[in-house]
């Protein structure tokens, strides 16, 4: 009986073991565990119960988990070893699904290419999306429980990606820390005892090891990547760069030709100078460039290509004006282009003369009947759409038998057709030209510039109102 029992507890105690080093699946799900980016070209960062998931470039705040292109994401645990990893595609899967990732390092991509899964043992593990962008809806993260006794790594933190320099810091609570940034493991007879933040100014790999009670930690690591950035001339130099580099763009009287914010917020602005046109990404709102500016100087950002659009995207402690010089300009002009001439002319304000539209019935993603708007030359076609949303050409009041003088943004490509964004559309007639407007005809309908830009009353000079052209003084 004795014997029985004390057989039953050895095996209460060996399960009470089993238990305390039992494997913890920490999940992050799409909308529940959220970071703070929505926006590409920006990094983001989400933790739950030790786990940090962080990415050079991500938005963790959205449905789904974005991972863009050429973004390295890693997930670390403060707390225990990382032994499994599973990043699942998103429940309306993604075109790339998983297929942004490599099947290396450890990481394995499904035959169905739902899955990415990681095994291993490591405080850190990272995953770069070489090929495409990837969308999960799942990311789980399995940790082996620490043991008690054990001395937590330290923690490393800094900003892994830099251009000049970057602050580390190292944290392990009541504990020294040793590292090292020649690549050796530390130890305490290293010559490096962590006693406040350092600066980094090459790529270097710091690892660090925690200290206490004569107890030593595991060593923890972390990546630095000194990115080079490179200086470029002009707007044509800068859109023969590779997408997601970082790069200077030189400003030689530039000019800001229109910008735009939508109702979320995000703000296109179009920029030209003598090479040639290109759009700057949310600059415009973190930066307030105003139209028709004159830009010189230098400006850094990220370079990329968004369907077909060539951008200059605002990058988080990399873009300012601080090197440039804004002075007022005069109202932008619009560049004559011809029909087949609009591809080479992205981004750029342009203007075609006496054209006739071909009309489009269609219906839109909602099964409601619209018309498309469309200047036809032989196998050449643009579409002319109010893509700043107008008040003034909100209906699309437009006909197939009208000659119209159409001036806008190239700021579209779909299915290989360019689309020219209205700012203003002149119609001629018999006795000259008017603009095409839809406000109601009275003392208080809103006046435009020549540009096509709103403005007030107290505005001075050249304004339309009411469909017609008179001077406001």
């Not at 070893?81 to 790339?96: F, G, R, S």
């Not at 970057?166 to 130890?187: C, H, S």
């Not at 943004?409 to 057709?417: L, T």
Request: proline share 2%.
């Amino acid at each position: 009986m004795k014997k029985n029992l004390r057989n039953a507890f050895i095996a209460v105690l060996a399960m009470v073991g089993l238990n305390a080093y039992a494997q913890t699946e920490v999940t992050f799900t799409a909308g529940t565990e959220v970071g703070t980016n929505s926006e590409f070209g920006n990094p983001d960062k989400m933790s739950k119960s030790d786990v940090t998931i962080e990415s050079t470039d991500a938005s963790f705040a959205t449905a789904q988990y974005r991972l863009y292109k050429g973004s390295k994401t890693t997930f670390s645990c403060t707390t225990a070893k990382i032994t499994k990893i599973v990043i699942t595609e998103t429940a309306k899967a993604y075109k790339n699904k998983i297929t942004g990732f490599n099947s290396e390092n450890g990481w394995v991509v499904d035959g169905d290419a739902k899955t990415a899964t990681w095994t291993g043992e490591a405080n850190s593990v990272e995953v770069i999306a070489a090929n495409n962008q990837v969308r999960a809806g799942k990311i789980e993260v399995t940790i082996a429980a620490a043991d008690p006794t054990a001395i937590a790594a330290p923690t490393i933190s800094g900003e892994t990606t830099f251009t000049e320099k970057t602050t580390v810091t190292l944290t392990a609570e009541g504990a020294k820390i040793y590292y090292t940034t020649n690549g050796d493991v530390p130890t305490e007879k290293s010559e490096l005892l962590y006693t406040k933040p350092f600066d980094l100014t090459a790529t270097t790999t710091v690892k660090a090891i925690a200290v206490k009670d004569g107890k030593t930690s595991s060593v923890a690591e972390k990546t630095f990547t000194k990115e080079e950035v490179k200086v470029v001339n002009s707007i044509a130099e800068y859109k023969q760069l590779t997408a997601k580099a970082k790069a200077t763009l030189k400003l030689n009287d530039a000019q800001v030709l229109y910008t735009w914010t939508t109702n979320k917020g995000n703000t296109s602005t179009y920029v030209r100078d003598n090479s040639g046109a290109i759009l700057f990404y949310q600059v415009g709102a973190n930066l307030e460039l105003k139209q028709n500016e004159m830009l010189k100087g230098e400006i850094t950002g990220t370079f990329d290509l968004y369907n077909k659009i060539p951008e200059l995207v605002y990058t988080a402690g990399l873009t300012n004006l601080a090197k440039v010089e804004r002075t007022a300009g005069s109202d932008a002009k619009p560049k004559a282009i011809k029909v087949g001439e609009a591809m080479d002319n992205l981004c750029d304000l342009v203007a075609l003369d006496k054209v006739k539209l071909t009309i489009e019935e269609t219906t839109d993603n909602k099964g409601k009947a619209t018309k498309r708007f469309y200047v036809v030359d032989g196998d050449k076609k643009v579409q002319i759409y109010n893509g700043f949303h107008l008040d003034a050409y909100k209906d699309m009041a437009f006909d197939a038998e009208t000659e119209y003088n159409v001036v806008g943004i190239v700021a579209s490509v779909y299915k290989e057709v360019p689309s020219i964004n209205i700012i203003k559309v002149e119609k001629n007639t018999a006795d000259g030209i008017n603009t095409v407007a839809t406000e109601t005809i009275n003392a208080n309908a809103p006046m435009y510039n020549l540009a096509g830009q709103r403005v007030g009353k107290n505005y001075k000079g050249v304004v339309i109102q009411n469909g017609k052209k008179f001077i406001n003084k």
